[in-house]
C-alpha cells in the first residue's frame, strides 16, 4: 500500500551495537544501559544486531517499489561504509540522522563525506518528541553547521549516551537545505 500510493516508510529495525554486547565497564554505553538495563538485546534467544541487519536489507531489496527512511542512519551510524554501500545498492533507501550525531560527530571527516555525498537520501530528525525537540536542535545545528572540537552531544550533560565528546562537520549551506527541508518535501510530494 505504501509503494502503491508513494507514501515513505520509516523503519527502526536496531538499536546501537553497544547494545548487543555486555554491559560492563568495556562497553561505551554502560551507564546508560546501567540505567536502562531493559534496552540491551544481548540474551540468548535474541536476534543478534548482524541478523537484524539482514532482515533490514532483505525488507529493502525485497520491496523495491517502497521508499523507506531508515532511522539512526540506516540503525548502523557506527559502520558509513556499510550504509553507503546500502544506499549505493537500493535507491529506495533513505536515512534520517536522528539521535546518531553522537557516532556520526566521532568521525566526523567521515562523516561529512559520507553527508555530503549522500546528501540527496538524508533527512534530518532529532527522534525527540515535540516538547523536547527545541532543546535538541541547539546541538544538531552546531553539529551540522560548525567545525566546533571535542564539544558535548547530549543535552542532559548527563553523558549516559556515550563516553565521548563529537566535533562539527560544518556542512555547506547547499547540503544543509536538503537534509533540512528539500529531501522530505521531495518525498511527501511523491504521495
Known amino acids: 500500500a505504501a509503494a502503491e500510493f508513494g507514501l515513505p516508510v520509516t523503519f527502526h529495525i ?25 534496552w540491551a538485546f544481548n540474551t540468548p534467544g535474541l536476534y543478534s544486531f548482524a541478523e537484524l541487519m539482514a532482515m533490514q536489507e532483505n525488507m529493502i531489496k525485497n520491496n523495491p517499489a517502497t521508499t523507506f527512511i531508515m532511522a539512526h542512519v540506516g540503525c548502523y551510524s557506527e559502520n558509513l561504509a556499510q550504509v553507503a554501500a ?52 541547539p546541538i544538531y545545528y ?34 544543509l537545505e536538503k537534509l533540512y527541508r528539500r529531501n522530505i518535501e521531495k518525498l511527501l510530494r511523491k504521495a
Open 142 to 175: 552546531r553539529f551540522l553547521q560548525t567545525f566546533d572540537e571535542y564539544f558535548r552531544y547530549d543535552p542532559s550533560q548527563n553523558g549516559n549516551q556515550g563516553r565521548f565528546r563529537i566535533c562539527g562537520v560544518g556542512l555547506e549551506a547547499e547540503v
Open 14 to 38: 536496531a538499536d546501537p551495537t553497544a547494545f548487543f554486547k555486555p554491559i560492563d565497564a568495556h562497553n561505551e554505553r554502560y551507564e546508560e544501559l546501567g540505567e536502562h538495563p531493559d
Open 86 to 137: 546500502w544506499l549505493e545498492r537500493y535507491p529506495n533507501m533513505y536515512i534520517d540522522i536522528a539521535e546518531r550525531i553522537g557516532d556520526l560527530g566521532r568521525q566526523p571527516y567521515t562523516a561529512r563525506r559520507f553527508l555530503t555525498r549522500y546528501a540527496d537520501r538524508i533527512v534530518f530528525g532529532t527522534d525527540s518528541y515535540p516538547t523536547r525537540t527545541f532543546d535538541y536542535y
